[in-house]
C-alpha cells in the first residue's frame, strides 16, 4: 500500500537490505510555483533554473547523497555510476555500487523501477514509460546484477529485488493499437494489461502491471510497491504527483537509491 499523507517523500515498504536507502519525492516541500509547484526536479519543463537547483539541493539534503540526474531518452540505455560520473549521462537506467551516489530517474507518468540484490552490494534504478519498457530497459537494468564484479549464474536475477514507483495508471493511460501491438509482440499475456477504452482503436493499459510481468519473465520474483491501484496513479493525485498527461506543462519527481 502506500501512505497518502501530508509528506513530501515517500519511503518504500521494502525489505530492503541493511545499508540501501530508497526514496521518491513528491510534487510537495519545494520552491516553485504555479503549475509546476512545489518541488519540481526537472530542469527542462520551463522552471527558474534558481528553483530548480534549490529544490535539487531540499533533495540531496534530504537523502544525504548526491542525487545524479540523467538526461533521459525513452530509450534502454544504462549507465555505470562512479565518483566520477556527472548528471547530464543521455540513459535511461543507472547502477552503481559507490556508497554516497544515489541512482535517480525523474518522471511525471512514467514509471520509476528501483532495484537491489540481496546482498546490497549494487543498486540501480530505471525509467520504465512504454516505450523503453517494450525495448527492454528493465532486463537491461537486472542485467547489471550479472556483471562480473557480483559473479555470472542464472541465479543472479533471482537475487534482485525491485520497487515499482508512481506511475499514470490504469484507469488514466490511454493507448492506441501501436502500443498493444509492441507488447503482444514480445508475449501474448501482456493483453491482460490492456482493456478497451471508450473510442475504438484505443485500449487502457496498466503500464506497472506490464512492468511486473517484465520483471518475473526476467526472473525477477521479489516485486513491492505499486500494485497498479489507485493510489499510485499519477495522473488522480493531483495534490500529490505531478503528472504530463493531465496537466501538458509538468513538473518531474524523482526516485533514488543509494548505498549509506
Request: glycine residues 12%; aromatic residues 6%; charged residues 25%.
Amino acid at each position: 500500500m502506500i501512505e497518502m499523507d501530508d509528506s513530501p517523500w515517500l519511503l518504500p515498504d521494502w525489505p530492503a537490505p541493511a545499508g540501501v536507502h530508497a526514496l521518491c519525492s513528491t510534487r510537495r516541500g519545494g520552491v516553485s510555483s504555479g503549475a509546476l509547484e512545489s518541488l519540481n526536479l526537472g530542469a527542462r519543463v520551463g522552471d527558474d533554473p534558481l528553483h530548480v537547483e534549490a529544490n535539487r539541493r531540499i533533495l540531496r539534503d534530504r537523502i544525504g547523497a548526491r542525487p545524479l540526474f540523467l538526461d533521459q531518452v525513452h530509450g534502454v540505455g544504462l549507465a555505470r555510476l562512479d565518483a566520477r560520473s556527472q548528471d547530464g549521462i543521455a540513459a535511461d537506467a543507472c547502477t552503481t555500487v559507490e556508497r554516497g551516489l544515489a541512482c535517480t530517474v525523474m518522471v511525471a507518468d512514467c514509471l520509476p523501477v528501483l532495484f537491489t540484490d540481496a546482498a546490497g552490494r549494487r543498486v540501480a534504478a530505471a525509467h520504465a514509460g512504454w516505450r523503453g519498457l517494450a525495448a527492454g530497459v528493465l532486463e537491461q537494468t537486472v542485467q547489471a546484477f550479472q556483471s562480473e564484479d557480483e559473479g555470472e549464474g542464472e541465479g543472479g536475477a533471482a537475487r534482485v529485488i525491485a520497487w515499482l514507483g508512481p506511475c499514470i495508471g490504469p484507469d488514466a493511460f490511454e493507448v492506441g493499437d501501436e502500443v498493444l501491438a509492441a507488447f503482444e509482440a514480445i508475449s501474448p499475456a501482456a493483453r491482460e494489461c490492456f482493456r478497451p477504452g471508450a473510442r475504438p482503436g484505443k485500449w487502457l493499459a496498466d503500464l506497472a502491471g506490464l512492468a511486473r510481468q517484465r520483471l518475473r519473465a526476467a526472473g525477477v520474483g521479489r516485486l513491492h510497491g505499486n500494485d497498479s491501484s489507485e493510489a499510485w496513479c499519477t495522473v488522480n493525485n493531483p495534490l500529490r504527483f505531478f503528472s504530463h498527461r493531465r496537466d501538458g506543462v509538468s513538473g518531474r519527481f524523482a526516485a533514488c537509491i543509494w548505498r549509506a
